[in-house]
């Protein structure tokens, strides 16, 4: 069976022939705000869980109360071509991005890597009169193992999202009269060390220590609650989720539901909502209808997203849905029974509310092979964009690039490199790129590798957005 590795050594390898591959995108039930500039006024009082359940009832999710808005988005039947990626305008991400770069603050100059963080931990003077509250230590599950076959951007398993506007003091001691030791700026990610008590600001006395280089140089202070989150990598929940969906394979050959652009008919409506209320879209979906009868009530099944057929009654295919509680009678034009997923070998877990993701390998003996962790961006939920949609769905389709529209027009604005569509029109890509014109005509400005904003808050259209390399 042919196969992609999804990153090497900042390679995205292109095969020729036909590929079976596998993409589980597994993201919580609790999305973060997402902001321009600065952080929400009210700071979460600790890591929310992106990988845990959302509540149950009765066997299926909790209906939840959806924006009350059409989907008048610019859409196109032309191939490559997809709707605006953007949630929020991409020249504010390229200057916070300029900012960064001015200051020397990216990620790959200022973050240090699980490595550096341990042999820190072994040399770690006693914290002294300082009361610590919580101790940062998340570790790689002993079950799987660390083979990174990209690491451009390693950062620690912990960290602090800066989320203070502009530039803000690290200080050598939880006071607010404390020296600076160092500075850090919106979107910046610095090593993660302890959850401590101190010096009161506002109606909170809980300070961070933090780590970033400055100069190459390590250095490590304090820095209020008020100018930062604190984010982790859950790779237990992201094992649990690459294990279920193992299991779930193991018990038997798996299809999808495909719908890319309603190229097998328009779902039935639900009012004048784009999505149910479950949050998921109606276009690119399929009824799943509780009963083998098109006057029953449903909900949307979308594009991508994993299921088992359990067998057919007339029309309809009873299906069950990983993702989902329950089982669900789905029209037989919206499943292709001979396109299967019979082997797992590639699987991404996306972690919405932190932002971040990591790739596993899995071998035919059961062995988990860590070969990428990295930041990631998900889709914010506005007027014209969408969340990323939640469950496990299949990598339907790979291109080198795909093309944007103009919110509003069917005129293209950019594009994206090295897409692989999961969902409909949704893909994990890289940095997109806005054309620009000259003399009337729109040039290609080249590819854009870095964007400051990738790991801070959901900014896409509904993509989950990469480094390019």
């Not at 999710?61 to 709707?83: F, G, I």
């Not at 400051?452 to 808050?457: A, D, K, N, Q, R």
Request: charge should be negative; include cysteine.
């Amino acid at each position: 069976m042919n196969r992609m590795i999804l990153c090497g050594k900042g390679v995205f390898y292109m095969l020729k022939k036909t590929i079976a591959l596998f993409l589980s995108i597994l993201i919580a039930f609790t999305a973060a705000c997402a902001v321009r500039r600065s952080e929400p006024k009210e700071q979460p009082s600790k890591v929310q869980n992106e990988l845990e359940k959302p509540e149950r009832k009765e066997g299926r999710e909790q209906p939840k109360e959806q924006p009350k808005r059409e989907d008048k988005l610019s859409k196109s039947d032309q191939e490559a071509v997809e709707e605006n990626i953007n949630g929020l305008d991409l020249e504010e991400d390229l200057e916070i991005t300029n900012e960064a770069e001015a200051g020397q603050m990216i990620q790959s100059r200022v973050g240090l890597t699980p490595i550096e963080v341990e042999k820190m931990s072994r040399q770690e003077a006693v914290t002294g009169s300082v009361t610590v509250l919580q101790e940062f230590r998340t570790k790689v599950p002993d079950e799987i193992q660390v083979d990174l076959q990209y690491d451009k951007y390693l950062l620690s398993y912990d960290y602090l999202l800066v989320t203070a506007e502009g530039k803000v003091d690290i200080l050598d001691k939880p006071l607010k009269s404390a020296s600076a030791v160092c500075q850090g700026m919106n979107g910046e990610k610095l090593t993660l060390h302890q959850k401590v008590s101190g010096e009161a600001i506002g109606d909170s006395n809980i300070w961070y220590k933090v780590s970033c280089k400055d100069n190459g140089e390590v250095k490590t202070g304090y820095i209020h609650s008020s100018n930062g989150v604190p984010r982790k990598f859950q790779f237990d929940k992201m094992l649990e989720a690459v294990r279920k969906l193992e299991r779930e394979v193991k018990a038997g050959d798996l299809n999808f539901i495909s719908n890319y652009k309603n190229a097998n008919g328009a779902p039935p409506s639900k009012g004048d909502r784009a999505t149910d209320e479950y949050g998921y879209r109606i276009y690119q979906s399929a009824p799943g209808y509780e009963k083998a009868d098109t006057g029953s009530d449903f909900r949307y099944l979308p594009d991508g997203i994993l299921l088992r057929i359990l067998d057919e009654s007339g029309d309809f295919y009873r299906v069950k849905v990983p993702s989902f509680e329950g089982e669900y009678y789905v029209p037989k034009k919206y499943i292709d029974p001979e396109d299967t997923l019979d082997t797992l070998s590639h699987v991404i877990v996306v972690d919405r509310s932190q932002q971040n993701q990591a790739t596993f390998e899995l071998s035919p003996q059961g062995d988990v092979r860590m070969i990428s962790y990295t930041l990631a961006t998900t889709g914010l939920q506005g007027d014209l964009s969408f969340a990323t949609p939640l469950g496990y769905y299949k990598a339907i389709e790979k291109k080198e690039r795909f093309q944007y529209l103009k919110d509003g027009s069917s005129e293209i604005a950019g594009y994206a490199p090295w897409a692989i569509r999961f969902t409909g029109g949704a893909y994990v890509h890289g940095v997109p790129v806005a054309y620009e014109e000259e003399d009337g005509k729109q040039v290609d400005p080249g590819p854009i590798e870095y964007l400051h904003t990738i790991g801070t808050f959901p900014r896409s259209h509904m993509c989950v957005r990469n480094y390019t390399s």
